[in-house]
């Protein structure tokens, strides 16, 4: 049998402002927005590199998301700060309707 790679599921491309933080220290958390979301995780910017497997807390700051997700990759960007794939545990998120009020998506 072949062994899937790649995403499980196709990213939608939408900018939603979140707070992320760690799950050892709540209080240094950082104000940041999503490139791409789906239900599985998203991809997010931020100012400080992440560690790969990290746990961080995933709040949305418009809609009611809150998650723990693991930090599946951490990538330095041009302009220094880093992109970073979140993978969410134990739940399935829903970007519809009110929990994206307010975001914008990417053209």
């Given at each position: 049998?072949?062994?899937?790679?790649?995403?499980?599921?196709?990213?939608?491309?939408?900018?939603?402002?979140?707070?992320?933080?760690?799950?050892?220290?709540?209080?240094?958390?950082?104000?940041?927005?999503?490139?791409?979301?789906?239900?599985?995780?998203?991809?997010?910017?931020?100012?400080?590199?992440?560690?790969?497997?990290?746990?961080?807390?995933?709040?949305?700051?418009?809609?009611d998301?809150?998650?723990?997700?693991?930090?599946?990759?951490c990538?330095?960007?041009?302009?220094?700060?880093?992109?970073?794939?979140?993978?969410?545990?134990?739940?399935?998120?829903?970007?519809?309707?009110?929990?994206?009020?307010?975001?914008?998506?990417?053209?």
């Amino acid at each position: 049998m072949a062994e899937r790679s790649g995403r499980l599921e196709k990213r939608i491309r939408l900018v939603v402002p979140v707070e992320i933080s760690t799950l050892q220290d709540p209080s240094a958390s950082e104000r940041t927005s999503t490139e791409n979301v789906c239900s599985l995780g998203v991809r997010g910017v931020s100012e400080r590199q992440k560690e790969l497997n990290e746990r961080l807390m995933v709040r949305s700051l418009v809609g009611d998301l809150r998650a723990v997700a693991r930090v599946v990759y951490c990538q330095r960007l041009f302009d220094g700060r880093f992109g970073v794939g979140m993978q969410f545990l134990g739940i399935n998120a829903k970007w519809s309707g009110d929990s994206i009020a307010g975001a914008r998506p990417i053209r």
